[in-house]
């Protein structure tokens, strides 16, 4: 256990590489409580949205969620963030345990020129993130005639009936790369529906998984984590989140990442593997043949799928097409590895 942002996390239960197995084969689940929940609602609710959000909120109706990131002045990230329409006037944000304080204010700021009411209720739920190729199995299990989960469309939401609580929302999200679902409830019924995923999937190879996992897994999918690989100096675009990023509608500072759109960045973010022995670390420099550095590692691990160690880092342009040639200085060595296409798995 380890404290974070305010809570006592799980980093491993059994062990990162045991963990990592089940949620790629059979079902683990993480208990991500830290994260943050942040309800908008009113006439303006959308307009607000669209202009503090990166992505295009209008293409959401009830019953969808969205990936999205508040961009800041600098041409740098807020926060990355998922956004669910509850109904017609009414959102929810769920955002980084790590920046709850930073994001309120900042949300707070910009509300003031819209007409939305803004509610913190990151203290009164719990969410669990079940994940892995068995968890439509397990969910439905659960859920029972309430709902059909098992055909739940990815970035979609509804409610279920779990362990005799009524309409939980439950949504098919995650930050694995598998099959897996977000389960969102009142802190009081957190530990029924914990037992029951349990109790029910015992003959799934069901297990808890911890943070290291969780990292693990996102990275052999090439996807960010804020404070690694996305901050508040880098940009969506030089971190390969132009998907995210609309320009069909105004937002903060769009009229900048328009600008490096269109005329390119002077560095982007990739993925590499290691040709040599060691694993990159978050910080390590990356330099070209000639032992110039080009960037800097934001993640690194050795790969439990792969049993490859596998990093992503921000590199010179000129560098950040897949087999260009790269070192990775790792204490005294410089090892050489090689720019590969995300994701690694």
């Known amino acids: 256990m380890l404290p974070f942002a305010g809570f006592e996390m799980p980093i491993q239960y059994e062990g990162v590489k045991a963990e990592h197995y089940t949620v790629r084969n059979d079902v683990g689940v993480f208990d991500v409580s830290h994260m943050g929940n942040f309800f908008v609602e009113g006439k303006e609710a959308l307009p607000f949205l669209q202009y503090i959000t990166s992505n295009d909120v209008a293409k959401l109706k009830p019953g969808k969620v969205q990936y999205s990131c508040f961009p800041n002045e600098q041409n740098g990230i807020v926060d990355d963030l998922l956004v669910y329409q509850l109904d017609n006037d009414k959102y929810m944000l769920v955002v980084n345990g790590a920046n709850l304080d930073k994001d309120w204010k900042w949300v707070n700021k910009w509300a003031k020129n819209?007409?939305?009411?803004?509610?913190?209720?990151?203290?009164?739920?719990?969410?669990?993130?079940?994940?892995?190729?068995?968890?439509?199995?397990?969910?439905?299990?659960?859920?029972?005639?309430s709902a059909d989960l098992k055909n739940l469309k990815f970035y979609t939401w509804t409610t279920a009936d779990l362990a005799g609580h009524r309409d939980i929302l439950v949504s098919a999200t995650g930050y694995t790369g598998e099959k897996g679902y977000e389960i969102y409830v009142d802190n009081r019924y957190a530990e029924d529906i914990w037992k029951a995923l349990f109790e029910n999937g015992k003959d799934l190879g069901i297990k808890p998984t911890g943070l290291g996992a969780r990292d693990t897994l996102r990275l052999e999918k090439g996807y960010c984590l804020y404070g690694n690989d996305i901050d508040d100096t880098t940009s969506p675009i030089e971190a390969g989140l132009g998907w995210i990023t609309k320009f069909s509608k105004d937002f903060i500072n769009a009229e900048n990442l328009k600008k490096q759109k269109e005329?390119?960045?002077?560095?982007?973010?990739?993925?590499?593997?290691?040709?040599?022995?060691?694993?990159?670390?978050?910080?390590?420099?990356?330099?070209?043949?000639?032992?110039?550095?080009?960037?800097?590692?934001?993640?690194?691990?050795?790969?439990?799928?792969?049993?490859?160690?596998?990093?992503?880092?921000?590199?010179?342009?000129?560098?950040?097409?897949?087999?260009?040639?790269?070192?990775?200085?790792?204490?005294?060595?410089q090892v050489p590895a090689e720019v590969v296409k995300l994701p690694f798995v």
Do not use: C, W
């Open 114 to 145: 819209f007409d939305v009411k803004l509610t913190d209720l990151s203290d009164r739920y719990s969410i669990l993130a079940v994940q892995g190729p068995k968890a439509p199995e397990l969910m439905q299990r659960l859920a029972g005639d």
């Open 263 to 333: 005329e390119g960045v002077s560095r982007k973010l990739v993925g590499f593997k290691l040709k040599g022995k060691g694993v990159a670390r978050h910080d390590y420099d990356i330099l070209d043949r000639d032992g110039n550095i080009i960037g800097k590692v934001t993640s690194g691990t050795m790969s439990p799928t792969l049993n490859e160690a596998i990093g992503m880092g921000y590199v010179s342009t000129d560098f950040a097409k897949p087999g260009s040639d790269i070192l990775i200085q790792i204490r005294k060595k």
